[in-house]
């Protein structure tokens, strides 16, 4: 048997095979490239494992091997295997052979799989004729790397290989400039905001903006049950508008073992395709990390929605985040339902429509938590931004204000929320959630210069403004300065200045420069 692979020589063994495009194909666009390929790798593995069990249990009854492959999750058709590429890697035509073979798988599993492959791996990106040929048998090569063995039964575990397609598109997104921030949202912040969202056995849980799909699957491993155990009882449902995007979430979901998953292609505010009659499905969780401040995002058709998403008012036409907002509140179990969603500051104070939204979204007690968190930690863009958590079924009108924005990892291009972090701010909303009925009435502070518990009087006083700073103060009160310490430093220093300008005139008249 094979030596199972450590994950971080599966990382790096896919890193290296990226070399391939590398400084000839645009980072954006050898991504898909080099996932589709992974994909297809696992797909070639996994099917191989079980005929490979089946050949076992079966020995020669190809006849029942044959039906029982038919019931598999999947279908690879004859000739479509990755280890077909290996055999014809000598070819003239890899391209034109990659692309129907995908083109096959997808055609078997339209429930599935339909939509996935979307790399054009015959395209002139890749180079002339013999560098394209040359190219792709580089990368076949690349994947029949040892440690890039796939089976279940090398593996042992269907998270090793989710893990390292996370790592593969997190690299990606690190690379990708404002682009990357589309597709993948930081680890440690989707740990964050699913442990706010606390999400049970049983949950429909959704994401409208969902990206490669990253924080919807961090959500669901948040998944307890009674017991507080790790549950798969869940139902997941996504959309994307882009469709590049939105396949690299059908593979992730599918990579997850969570392919029963429904993601849909389509934008969310024009088109949502989640709907139950002439209603929006709603869920028990929706969580998103909306694009910020997104122009035209479709406020001419607003104030005439069929699904009464803006009934709290229109958003302006340059800034859409109120728009995703008032589409998660739409969405989500009236009487129950949670929404956490990663906004810019500007969110919390902008005034005119947005100060109306605001206000209705206080009034109506759906804002349960304000968390600011460091600047610098998204893919795309330095500045800080904050989580909004709200419940549509809060037992009082209180608020919890955190501010986070000291709480991170400095890095060289990027800060990072540690796990220490993440577990200071859980805690402090936990303890807001257990104590928030607590001396009713009356605003608290929960941790010193950290965590403020507002009330709705609180609230009102700043005119509905979440500006954070209002509620936690974090004021450092500078050291009185000694006056006379101070002016004699200042004497000592002018008198060494003095002593130095002296000596460098002798200097000068000794080189005759003077």
């Excluded at 792709?136 to 090793?160: A, H, Y």
Aim: aromatic share 10%.
């Amino acid at each position: 048997m094979s030596q199972r692979p450590t994950q971080s020589e599966i990382n790096n063994a896919l890193w290296k095979a990226c070399d391939t495009f590398r400084g000839v194909v645009d980072p954006d666009d050898y991504k898909n490239y080099i996932l589709e390929f992974m994909f297809l790798k696992y797909l070639s593995d996994k099917w191989r494992d079980t005929y490979a069990q089946m050949k076992e249990q079966y020995g020669d009854n190809e006849e029942l091997i044959a039906r029982k492959m038919s019931r598999q999750p999947y279908q690879l058709p004859e000739g479509c295997s990755f280890y077909d590429l290996v055999d014809n890697m000598d070819q003239s035509d890899l391209g034109e052979r990659i692309n129907k073979i995908v083109a096959k798988i997808e055609d078997e599993n339209k429930q599935k799989l339909e939509g996935v492959f979307n790399a054009d791996f015959n395209s002139n990106k890749i180079g002339d004729e013999r560098s394209k040929n040359e190219r792709l048998k580089n990368l076949i090569n690349d994947f029949n790397d040892p440690k890039l063995d796939f089976r279940p039964s090398v593996i042992g575990s269907v998270d090793i290989i989710g893990d390292s397609y996370m790592y593969l598109i997190e690299r990606f997104a690190s690379g990708s400039g404002k682009k990357g921030g589309e597709f993948f949202t930081p680890h440690n912040i989707s740990v964050l905001l699913a442990k706010l969202m606390q999400p049970k056995a049983g949950s429909r849980i959704c994401d409208p903006t969902c990206g490669s799909g990253s924080l919807l699957i961090t959500v669901a491993d948040e998944v307890k049950d009674a017991e507080g155990k790790k549950s798969k009882d869940f139902a997941l449902y996504a959309q994307e508008s882009n469709r590049n995007t939105w396949a690299l979430c059908k593979m992730n979901m599918f990579l997850h073992n969570m392919d029963d998953a429904h993601t849909a292609w389509g934008d969310t505010i024009r088109n949502p395709k989640h709907i139950e009659g002439d209603k929006l499905k709603t869920f028990d969780v929706v969580v998103a990390n909306p694009p910020f401040s997104l122009d035209k995002w479709g406020a001419d058709s607003a104030a005439n929605d069929i699904f009464n998403r803006f009934t709290m008012g229109v958003p302006p036409k340059s800034k859409g985040d109120y728009a995703f907002i008032s589409h998660m509140i739409a969405s989500a179990h009236h009487g129950s339902g949670k929404v956490g969603v990663i906004v810019p500051h500007g969110v919390l104070f902008r005034g005119s429509s947005e100060g109306k939204i605001r206000k209705q979204l206080i009034e109506n007690n759906y804002l349960e938590a304000v968390i600011g968190l460091p600047q610098n930690l998204f893919f795309g863009t330095g500045i800080p931004a904050a989580i909004l958590v709200f419940n549509k079924g809060k037992a009082n009108t209180d608020v919890l204000f955190v501010d986070a924005s000291n709480e991170y990892i400095g890095g060289k291009n990027q800060n990072e929320l540690g796990e220490e972090h993440v577990q200071k701010v859980v805690k402090v909303y936990n303890q807001f959630k257990e104590g928030a009925a607590i001396n009713e009435g009356e605003g608290a502070v929960l941790i010193d210069k950290f965590a403020y518990r507002a009330t709705y009087d609180d609230l009102l006083e700043n005119d509905f403004n979440l500006n954070i700073p209002r509620y936690v103060d974090t004021f450092e009160e500078e050291e009185p300065v000694n006056i006379a310490e101070t002016q004699k430093e200042i004497e000592t220093l002018e008198n060494e200045l003095t002593d130095i300008r002296s000596q460098m005139s002798q200097y000068l008249k000794e080189l005759n420069l003077i």
